[in-house]
């Protein structure tokens, strides 16, 4: 790209905000993955306007001064309502590549304007960000994507504690200092507390994603005390060690049924056939979804994605469909334990109860959406970023071979040495001093889970991948009251998978190719992984 031309992008985003990092990227003139797989919302045959145009004239004044900006190109939509207010408007703009046809639907006109308006407001960020600190954080930029170690270690020893206009706060790069502001009561989990909270909100009204009247609780991921401590206390109870432990032996036959198919043949790809089916399968059977439908199960995970991940979302039309087909689903389901009671998960919790006090309807729908999106992402990326660790370092899947019975400590490395969630995120509730610096209320403070894994103040070697290391204080779960429920899930099936992996194909390699990783910002996967037995 250009370095003097601006080209906005747009994101497969929930709520119908913007991707900020999507935008950052065309804000500092670098190729975006978003932009590159055909999702850039302000593509040809847009209009170039003329540098006496009046959204030129605007950009520019936003930018600040020193930004050169020659060309920027908007939506038809949106151009249309700058020079002829009284003209229709079409639906929808124009969207070009491979997946066209989903990011186009329910693209309209307001959503196409306040991503100009965003990348309007984020091209002047980047240039404050710059001048103030010297350094722009951008995990989206085709560097970081591929490997974002470099990124947060240059952040971690030249400003640990980086102010980003452009994610409307700061973020934290320590190990020390995430675990502090996720222990810290000061500091809310729960996103309405944003101080662009309300402005979302509208945008995923306007999106069709929200109901103005629609109770806006939150789900247990993203609430507080007292709400959070008693949903997790009634859902822990289906989430007990002994309830875990009953269901290593079907992850094992799981496992095995899978790898039966895939020993036979002298290539696969891992994540699509193996790392992806796994974790859907088990937490398919755990709420008691019939085998016929574990292939829509595994579509409504894909999509619920994008409330943990704005990156990995589908798009406004597609994830109302999604939530809206699930919470039928799921809901009917629920009701049928209630009447008929099984040995399952949804029966555990519809009846758990703490107190006399039992899930309301829609917590328990949330609480599903979270477990299915939540689990199976996590433990599918833990799996292929894994598999790969392993792949390009042989000397420690030699060891872990020889020492089977050292497993444990083994994954507990691999979720340090590239966890499957790189960020979380928190708001401060008062004005604060932290470490020097001053947060402001409502502002959005991003904690680097990937980078805090990595702190050399807390682990030796921490850039070498060490399955012997002991005392391994990983934030990959998180830490305090929101440590990952499902944790010991995890663990068990990426226990299972990676031992029956290198157990039943011990000349396992991987195959020549392009490492590509998904397009995610808060988390972190593979898109593919061809290995050969």
């Given at each position: 790209m250009n370095p003097t031309r601006t080209t906005a992008v747009g994101k497969k985003g929930s709520g119908g905000a913007t991707c900020e990092w999507a935008l950052l990227c065309a804000a500092e003139g670098q190729e975006c993955p978003l932009d590159a797989a055909g999702y850039n919302l302000f593509a040809p045959p847009a209009p170039v306007l003329t540098p006496d145009s009046f959204y030129h004239r605007r950009f520019r004044r936003r930018a600040g001064a020193g930004i050169a900006v020659s060309e920027f190109r908007v939506p038809v939509a949106l151009e249309q309502t700058i020079r002829r207010p009284k003209a229709p408007t079409p639906k929808a703009i124009r969207v070009v590549g491979p997946s066209a046809t989903r990011y186009a639907r329910g693209m309209s006109w307001r959503r196409s304007w306040r991503n100009a308006r965003e990348a309007t407001r984020l091209a002047g960020a980047v240039v404050y960000e710059r001048l103030e600190t010297g350094l722009v954080f951008n995990p989206m930029s085709g560097a970081?994507?591929?490997?974002?170690?470099?990124?947060?270690?240059?952040?971690?020893?030249?400003d640990p504690i980086h102010r980003s206009r452009a994610a409307h706060g700061w973020v934290l790069f320590r190990h020390a200092d995430c675990a502090a502001v996720l222990r810290d009561p000061r500091f809310s989990a729960d996103d309405r507390n944003r101080n662009t909270a309300e402005q979302e909100r509208r945008a995923a009204i306007e999106d069709g994603l929200a109901d103005p009247e629609a109770n806006r609780e939150p789900i247990m991921l993203r609430s507080d005390p007292p709400g959070h401590t008693r949903l997790r206390a009634i859902v822990s109870k289906a989430f007990t060690p002994r309830a875990i432990a009953a269901w290593e032996p079907r992850v094992e036959e799981i496992t095995h049924h899978l790898l039966d198919e895939l020993v036979q043949r002298p290539r696969f790809e891992l994540i699509r056939e193996f790392a992806v089916p796994l974790p859907v399968t088990i937490i398919a059977e755990m709420l008691g979804v019939p085998s016929e439908d574990h292939a829509t199960f595994r579509r409504w995970s894909n999509h619920l994605v994008g409330f943990l991940d704005p990156a990995a979302s589908p798009g406004p039309a597609a994830l109302k469909q999604t939530v809206e087909e699930f919470r039928a689903f799921m809901g009917g389901i629920?009701?049928?334990?209630?009447?008929?009671?099984?040995?399952?998960?949804?029966?555990?919790?519809?009846?758990?109860?703490?107190?006399?006090?039992?899930?309301?309807?829609?917590?328990?729908?949330s609480t599903l959406a979270l477990l299915l999106a939540a689990g199976n992402e996590t433990t599918s990326n833990l799996i292929g970023n894994s598999v790969l660790a392993l792949l390009r370092n042989p000397q420690q899947a030699a060891r872990i071979r020889a020492e089977p019975e050292a497993m444990d400590g083994a994954i507990e490395e691999l979720l340090r040495w590239d966890s499957p969630v790189q960020f979380t995120m928190r708001i401060p509730t008062e004005?604060?001093?932290?470490?020097?610096?001053?947060?402001?209320?409502?502002?959005?403070?991003?904690?680097?889970?990937?980078?805090?894994?990595?702190?050399?103040?807390?682990?030796?070697?921490?850039?070498?991948?060490?399955?012997?290391?002991?005392?391994?204080?990983?934030?990959?779960f998180g830490f305090g009251i929101h440590f990952c429920l499902g944790a010991q899930l995890a663990r068990v099936e990426a226990r299972v998978a990676l031992g029956a992996l290198l157990e039943r194909l011990p000349g396992l390699r991987l195959e020549p190719q392009e490492i590509r990783w998904r397009r995610l910002s808060f988390l972190r996967g593979l898109e593919t992984l061809e290995v050969a037995g």
């Amino acid at each position: 790209m250009n370095p003097t031309r601006t080209t906005a992008v747009g994101k497969k985003g929930s709520g119908g905000a913007t991707c900020e990092w999507a935008l950052l990227c065309a804000a500092e003139g670098q190729e975006c993955p978003l932009d590159a797989a055909g999702y850039n919302l302000f593509a040809p045959p847009a209009p170039v306007l003329t540098p006496d145009s009046f959204y030129h004239r605007r950009f520019r004044r936003r930018a600040g001064a020193g930004i050169a900006v020659s060309e920027f190109r908007v939506p038809v939509a949106l151009e249309q309502t700058i020079r002829r207010p009284k003209a229709p408007t079409p639906k929808a703009i124009r969207v070009v590549g491979p997946s066209a046809t989903r990011y186009a639907r329910g693209m309209s006109w307001r959503r196409s304007w306040r991503n100009a308006r965003e990348a309007t407001r984020l091209a002047g960020a980047v240039v404050y960000e710059r001048l103030e600190t010297g350094l722009v954080f951008n995990p989206m930029s085709g560097a970081a994507m591929q490997d974002p170690y470099p990124l947060y270690r240059k952040l971690r020893e030249a400003d640990p504690i980086h102010r980003s206009r452009a994610a409307h706060g700061w973020v934290l790069f320590r190990h020390a200092d995430c675990a502090a502001v996720l222990r810290d009561p000061r500091f809310s989990a729960d996103d309405r507390n944003r101080n662009t909270a309300e402005q979302e909100r509208r945008a995923a009204i306007e999106d069709g994603l929200a109901d103005p009247e629609a109770n806006r609780e939150p789900i247990m991921l993203r609430s507080d005390p007292p709400g959070h401590t008693r949903l997790r206390a009634i859902v822990s109870k289906a989430f007990t060690p002994r309830a875990i432990a009953a269901w290593e032996p079907r992850v094992e036959e799981i496992t095995h049924h899978l790898l039966d198919e895939l020993v036979q043949r002298p290539r696969f790809e891992l994540i699509r056939e193996f790392a992806v089916p796994l974790p859907v399968t088990i937490i398919a059977e755990m709420l008691g979804v019939p085998s016929e439908d574990h292939a829509t199960f595994r579509r409504w995970s894909n999509h619920l994605v994008g409330f943990l991940d704005p990156a990995a979302s589908p798009g406004p039309a597609a994830l109302k469909q999604t939530v809206e087909e699930f919470r039928a689903f799921m809901g009917g389901i629920a009701a049928e334990r209630r009447r008929e009671p099984r040995d399952d998960l949804m029966t555990a919790l519809v009846q758990a109860e703490e107190a006399g006090d039992r899930l309301s309807e829609n917590e328990l729908l949330s609480t599903l959406a979270l477990l299915l999106a939540a689990g199976n992402e996590t433990t599918s990326n833990l799996i292929g970023n894994s598999v790969l660790a392993l792949l390009r370092n042989p000397q420690q899947a030699a060891r872990i071979r020889a020492e089977p019975e050292a497993m444990d400590g083994a994954i507990e490395e691999l979720l340090r040495w590239d966890s499957p969630v790189q960020f979380t995120m928190r708001i401060p509730t008062e004005d604060l001093d932290f470490e020097g610096h001053r947060f402001e209320k409502g502002q959005q403070i991003i904690l680097v889970l990937g980078s805090a894994n990595r702190d050399p103040g807390i682990y030796e070697r921490a850039e070498e991948l060490d399955l012997g290391r002991k005392e391994n204080r990983h934030l990959a779960f998180g830490f305090g009251i929101h440590f990952c429920l499902g944790a010991q899930l995890a663990r068990v099936e990426a226990r299972v998978a990676l031992g029956a992996l290198l157990e039943r194909l011990p000349g396992l390699r991987l195959e020549p190719q392009e490492i590509r990783w998904r397009r995610l910002s808060f988390l972190r996967g593979l898109e593919t992984l061809e290995v050969a037995g």
